[in-house]
Structure formats: C-alpha cells, structure tokens
C-alpha cells in the first residue's frame, strides 16, 4: 500500500524485553489504526532490551515499512524512551501505549474521535488498578496524595501513559529537555484542550513489568522533585520551629534553676534531642541533595538519549550535520 510522506497517526510504543508482545500487539494494533486513521506509522523504541525484541521488530518493519524502530543504545527508562519517541514522530497526532497490551488497543477509536472534535491531548483513564497487588495500590494511592500536596501542578485521576497528543502537545513536549523526567506531570503541564476517556486496562499480555519497587521509588523522587520545591523549602519551617521550641525550653529550665537550683541533668532528654536534631539535620541534607544530584544531571547538558539503530527513519530529528571537528592550532 502506498503511504503518503506524512502519516495522521503516529503510535508510540516504548519496549524492553518483550519479545513475545509485539507480534500479538500489531495483530491488534493494527486494524485498529487501519480502521479509525487515513494513515498511519507504529514507532517502536527498544529501550536497550537483551532479549529477542529487536529481532522480532525488524522482522516487523521488514513485512511493514509503517512499522518503524528506534534502538536506544541501552536501556534508558520509559520516560525517555517516550521521548525518543515523540521526537522521532511525523503523524498529525501521536498515540502512546504499553507493548504488553495492557493498553486495549480498542479504546483507540474513542480517543481518536475525541481528537477530531478538538481535543489535543486525550487520555485513557484506568477504572481500577485491581490488577496490581495491593501493597503496589496502596503505594500509588499514597504518591499521588504525596503529589497533590506538594504540586502545583494537578495529575488527572487515572491517567497515565495511555494517550493520544496532538502535534501540538507533541512538541511541546519535545521542547523539554529536562532528563529527570516524569512524564505523567509533564503530560498535565503543557495544558491544551484535554479529555480523560475511561478505559478498562488488561492484564500484562505476557512477561513480568518491568518496573521493581526500587525503580519504582526512583520515579516516584523524580516525580516529586522535578514537579515540586517544598521538599526543599519545608526545612525553614521545621528548622523555624525547632528554634522556638529550644528557646522556649532554654527560658524553661533557666527559669526552673533560679527558682529550685541546679538539679540532676536529664541525661535521657539530652541524647535525644541530640539524635532527633542530627536526624533532621541529615535529613534535610539528603533532601538538599537529590536536588543537586538532580541540577548536576541537568546541567552536564549531556543527550537526553543515544540511538544505535534506526529503521524507517532514516533522519535524524531536529539535527543538523556534526560539526566540523575542532582541531588545535
Ligand atoms: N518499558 C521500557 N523501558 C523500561 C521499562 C519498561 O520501555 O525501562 C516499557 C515496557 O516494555 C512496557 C511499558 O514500558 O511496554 C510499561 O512497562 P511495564 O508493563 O513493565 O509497567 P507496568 O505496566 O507494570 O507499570
Ligand atoms: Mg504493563
């Protein structure tokens, strides 16, 4: 089939190691495109996966030139393999799912028509996450009242990944550069004209997730810190009312002396303040440095991402020829 030079729809699709996925995926995916776009283009991105993926998709893109694959040079995180993504799209609007197919690509159709009507930035809201074990709930639950507290930035109930953003939205997006990435608040961020469609998500197709507690944490900081400074200015406060409260018990105990004398010191009170206070203090230090860690990374400026392997896209986006090597005179 001939496909016009730019396609309407671009999906967007990040992978690590889910080479029994993809071929499932496509046998559902693509009708669904077929049916409800006049054209379209499936971007994989291999997010440095070490085990059949990579084959599987270029079989897929030799059978199909719509299917189009960016390889990361390793594995980078979701987040930006997104944006891998999104930089590399060319269709009027961009749709991102899950290769596990926990995203039904059924739901598609709706977000699609939303689009037509005007909305730029249209997301699947998930009904419940019962899938998911409880202590996992019950951490989400607790991060996005974290979140909410902190932000000044709102996060949709329910909503994820699971999206379709017009060219618009898309980049803007890409006009982010900021490598602590939390997608799920920049999606929220740039604004546009946005819509939450319910969505029942499956069951992961096959494999395990990919995402462990620890990673999980990992994300859940650079939610936080990349959306929010109060961690970093609520020690004034705390550090405000240690301060009162020591002066009002140093104006205790002199008190307390001049009228009954010097009497056997509080040797327990003493030590634990002094943990208590220490304990603050490295806390507050710690907090200090996720942030720096954080500008460090930032302003290494380094790519946000590196490709090994293009197929279908030969271009690289936004990028002009190397510079002339510098040589030393
Ligand atoms: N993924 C990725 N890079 C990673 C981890 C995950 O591209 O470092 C992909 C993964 O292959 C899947 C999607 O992100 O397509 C969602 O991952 P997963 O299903 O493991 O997460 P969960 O559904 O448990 O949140
Ligand atoms: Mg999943």
Same mark, same amino acid.
């Given at each position: 089939m001939d496909q016009p030079l730019n396609p309407e729809?671009?999906?967007?699709?990040?992978?690590?190691?889910?080479?029994?996925?993809?071929?499932? *995926?496509? %046998?559902?995916?693509?009708?669904?495109?077929?049916?409800?776009?006049?054209?379209?283009?499936?971007?994989?991105?291999?997010?440095?996966?070490?085990?059949?993926t990579l084959a599987a998709l270029r079989r897929?893109?030799? #059978?199909?030139?719509?299917?189009?694959?960016?390889?990361?040079?390793?594995?980078?995180?979701? #987040?930006?393999?997104? @944006?891998?993504?999104?930089?590399?799209?060319?269709?009027? @609007?961009?749709?991102?799912?899950?290769?596990? *197919?926990?995203?039904?690509?059924? %739901?598609?159709?709706?977000?699609?028509?939303?689009?037509?009507q005007g909305y730029e930035n249209v997301y699947a809201t998930r009904a419940s996450r019962d899938e998911e074990s409880h202590l996992k709930q019950f951490l989400t639950k607790r991060f996005?009242?974290?979140? &909410?507290?902190?932000? &000044?930035?709102?996060?949709?109930?329910? %909503?994820?990944?699971?999206?379709?953003?017009?060219?618009?939205?898309?980049?803007?997006?890409?006009?982010m550069g900021e490598r602590a990435r939390f997608n799920k608040g920049l999606y929220s961020w740039i604004g546009f004209r946005s819509i939450g469609v319910p969505v029942a998500f499956e069951r992961r197709h096959e494999g395990r997730s990919k995402f462990s507690y620890r990673k999980l944490t990992r994300f859940a900081f650079d939610g936080l810190m990349s959306f929010s400074t109060l961690p970093l200015k609520v020690w004034t406060y705390v550090g405000t009312l240690i301060s009162t409260a020591s002066v009002a018990t140093a104006l205790y105990f002199l008190a307390r002396t001049m009228i009954f004398g010097v009497d056997v010191p509080g040797f327990a009170t003493l030590i634990v303040s002094l943990l208590f206070l220490a304990g603050v203090?490295?806390?507050?230090?710690?907090?200090?440095? &996720?942030?720096?860690?954080?500008?460090?990374?930032?302003?290494?400026?380094?790519?946000?991402?590196?490709?090994? &392997?293009?197929?279908?896209? @030969?271009?690289?986006?936004?990028?002009?020829?190397?510079?002339?090597r510098a040589t030393e005179s």
């Open positions: 729809i671009s999906a967007v699709i990040p992978l690590m190691d889910e080479a029994g996925n993809v071929a499932p *995926l496509l %046998a559902a995916l693509k009708p669904v495109l077929a049916g409800c776009s006049a054209s379209y283009e499936i971007i994989f991105i291999d997010d440095g996966s070490q085990d059949g897929a893109h030799d #059978e199909d030139s719509r299917i189009k694959v960016i390889a990361l040079s390793r594995n980078f995180g979701k #987040e930006i393999a997104i @944006a891998a993504g999104l930089d590399a799209v060319s269709g009027r @609007a961009a749709i991102i799912l899950d290769a596990d *197919l926990q995203h039904p690509p059924a %739901a598609i159709p709706a977000m699609v028509a939303l689009w037509r996005y009242h974290i979140f &909410e507290l902190l932000g &000044e930035t709102p996060l949709p109930h329910g %909503a994820g990944d699971f999206r379709l953003l017009d060219h618009k939205a898309v980049q803007a997006l890409r006009a203090q490295l806390m507050s230090l710690g907090i200090m440095g &996720e942030y720096v860690g954080r500008i460090f990374a930032e302003v290494k400026g380094r790519p946000l991402y590196l490709v090994s &392997e293009r197929l279908g896209l @030969a271009v690289e986006p936004d990028r002009g020829p190397l510079p002339p």
